[in-house]
């Protein structure tokens, strides 16, 4: 079955879009709600009490539930709306985990992992520890238990699928071993949901953060889910209007979560979509996407090893959604540019993960990277326009 039928711009345009890793395409669905929400009932959510105003808040109201139901919390409450994982993990750092003496990621964090612990002054060494890892990328779990023996009650912050390898960490695994050492635990999901499922309770994480425009929801929103027994314990990153239950010239009195920490108006639609996106998961669902998924990665995998000039840095095992490779002796943006000439959409270059590029000594990379719609042939056409990229940048 092709599921492109579901995505407009797969209709709309003559790219093979093989770009997902960045954004993903959104569904039909998706865009509706957005011009159904623009066109029939646009208020503010949470504010007025007339008929637009109420069927907006209810419509948010209900991706609240829909999200939490759809990643396993416990409560409506641990889902707060954000505007993706960057404002996620930005939310955290400056709030609940800024006072902890250490934070420990792993070797392979896009840079909103990294970032805003260095804004913190946090350097390797004092503040900051990177865990390392063994072949195939895989999280080196003797260093981190290392790590937390020497730093017990640090703060945890890791991605779950890497954004340049399509590694899978061991998230639930990591957070038993941080919690063993009295550490808290955040989870970089932005490569999650889209590819696989989520049981926030399972996993025993603190933090999960989402990217809605990663998994075929609109840009500009995404959530995180905080655990339910840290909500007294977490100060908002931002106040404002929303977030209060009253104000006098005195003080301030916040309401609790989610809302204390929603300040100002939110993405509403962006919101309302995210939910159509999350219903498109549900009935396509998961084992169907992660079969899908693992066939295509699978054949892209064997597909590229054929190529002589190929170098790749990681095998198929534990890995879904980016591939990274480059050819011997070419540089990653000349085969970037041949590829976009083939109407191919892929990335090159460092993937917002500079630390690992100079790590294993380049620049960057080229990255196909996948989604559920994708199908064979798209792989065949990004293979015959790469071989054909080779020779003539070869010649
Ligand atoms: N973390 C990872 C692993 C990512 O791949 C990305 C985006 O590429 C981000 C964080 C940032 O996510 P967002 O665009 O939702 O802010």
Redesign the pocket.
């Known amino acids: 079955m092709s599921y492109k039928k579901f995505f407009p711009y797969f209709q709309n345009s003559t790219m093979t879009y093989l770009d997902n890793?960045?954004t993903t395409q959104k569904p039909q669905s998706v865009i509706d709600s957005e011009i159904e929400y623009y066109t029939h009932y646009c208020a503010n959510t949470h504010r007025s009490n007339f008929g637009d105003a109420n069927k907006a808040t209810i419509e948010f109201e209900n991706t609240r539930k829909h999200l939490q139901q759809f990643i396993n919390a416990k409560d409506s409450s641990e889902i707060i709306f954000t505007?993706?994982?960057?404002?996620s993990?930005n939310f955290i750092a400056n709030s609940f985990a800024k006072d902890f003496k250490t934070v420990i990621i792993s070797s392979l964090?896009?840079h909103?992992?990294i970032v805003p612990w260095h804004m913190q002054n946090r350097t390797l060494g004092e503040g900051l520890e990177v865990v390392g890892y063994k072949e195939n990328f895989a999280f080196d779990f003797e260093e981190f238990e290392s790590l937390l023996q020497k730093n017990p009650n640090s703060f945890v912050s890791v991605?779950h699928?890497?954004?340049v390898f399509g590694t899978i960490n061991d998230i639930k695994k990591i957070c038993t071993l941080a919690h063993k050492y009295d550490s808290y635990v955040m989870i970089?999901g932005?490569?999650s949901l889209a590819h696989t499922k989520i049981d926030v309770q399972d996993i025993d994480c603190d933090f999960f953060?989402v990217?809605?425009?990663?998994t075929f929801a609109p840009t500009g929103v995404?959530a995180i889910y905080i655990k339910q027994e840290l909500q007294d314990k977490i100060a908002p990153y931002q106040t404002g209007g929303a977030t209060i239950k009253s104000v006098t010239y005195e003080k301030s009195e916040l309401l609790p979560s989610p809302y204390r920490y929603e300040a100002g108006t939110q993405n509403i639609a962006g919101v309302i979509g995210f939910a159509k996106a999350l219903q498109l998961i549900d009935t396509i669902g998961y084992e169907t996407i992660e079969k899908q998924e693992h066939t295509l990665y699978e054949y892209l995998h064997n597909e590229l090893e054929k190529i002589e000039e190929v170098v790749l840095y990681n095998t198929t095992k534990d890995s879904v959604g980016s591939k990274s490779f480059n050819i011997k002796g070419l540089l990653h943006d000349d085969v970037g540019i041949l590829l976009d000439k083939q109407k191919i959409a892929i990335r090159v270059g460092h993937?917002?993960a500079m630390p690992i590029m100079e790590k294993l000594h380049l620049k960057g990379t080229i990255r196909a990277s996948l989604a559920f719609y994708n199908e064979i042939e798209d792989i065949d056409k990004f293979i015959t326009a790469l071989k054909k990229a080779i020779s003539m940048l070869k010649d």
């Open positions: 890793g960045a505007k993706g994982v960057t404002e993990i964090e896009h909103a992992n991605t699928i890497s954004n970089d932005a490569q953060t990217s809605g425009h990663k995404g993937h917002c």
